[in-house]
């Protein structure tokens, strides 16, 4: 099973919108970024480890994404201590635009996806939804009328 390690800061950093919510209450910001990956892997058959940096503040509950706080470390060495534990590293996909975590990454055979590539993923998958909602809301009835097919 693939698994996640994502650099939380570091994502963060590249959405626009949580970036200016992130200046105002860090903890806000990382609630919502945990929540949007929350239902980004709902229906994904994979692991995913969310890693933020300092300590734990209110609890953040998600169904698919383990939390994980570097307290007194920082978070890339916390994914790079990660990697090292783990039996399979080609099991892992790293997600940061960090370039440490990149090359460290590739030296232990783990898969790579830089944040911004993995925000357009997300985004892909967002739209996707909202379109299959807005063909679910559209009823047999508005379907007929519109190709104009009588009973």
Known sequence: MKHYLIDGNNLLHKMKDLKSVQKENPQESREKLAHRLDRYFLNKKVKATLHFDGFPQEAIKTSK??????????????????????????????????????????????????????????????????????????DDEAIKKLFGVDE
Request: glycine fraction near 0%.
């Open 65 to 138: 994404v383990k939390i994980h706080y570097s307290e007194s470390k920082t978070a890339d060495d916390e994914i790079r201590l990660q990697i090292d534990r783990t039996k399979n590293p080609k099991t892992l996909i790293i997600v940061s635009s960090d370039r440490r975590i990149y090359e460290y990454a590739k030296v232990n055979s783990a898969e790579y996806l830089k944040a911004e590539d993995f925000i357009q993923e997300m985004k892909k998958l967002n739209k996707k939804s909202e379109e299959e909602e807005k063909i679910k809301s559209i």
